[in-house]
């Protein structure tokens, strides 16, 4: 993968507006069959496309853009660790000592 960011969007607010409308979508397209009919499940690839295909990934992308600039990951010769970048210190991935 060449984009850094994984699932994560440009900023908080623009992820937490994809995620109310993709949810919307999706439950709308269920809960209005009763009063549109069926034609409303074509509110589902909307609600997907907004979700960039899955809820799950839509809630780890969530994850990703609320660390994204605090937390940085960097892997060298197989040892990888975590850096917080406000305060400077490091968090070791590995349990060898």
Do not use: K, N, Y
């Amino acid at each position: 993968m060449t984009d850094d960011r994984g699932f994560a969007s440009a900023s908080l607010p623009r992820h937490l507006v994809r995620g109310v409308v993709g949810f919307g979508a999706l439950v709308g397209s269920v809960a209005l069959i009763p009063v549109v009919g069926l034609g409303s499940l074509l509110l589902v690839p909307a609600g997907l496309l907004a979700l960039r295909g899955c809820p799950t990934c839509w809630a780890i992308g969530l994850i990703q853009t609320m660390s994204m600039g605090r937390v940085r990951r960097s892997c060298v010769d197989g040892r990888c660790e975590l850096t917080v970048a406000h305060s400077g210190t490091s968090h070791h991935a590995d349990d060898s000592s």
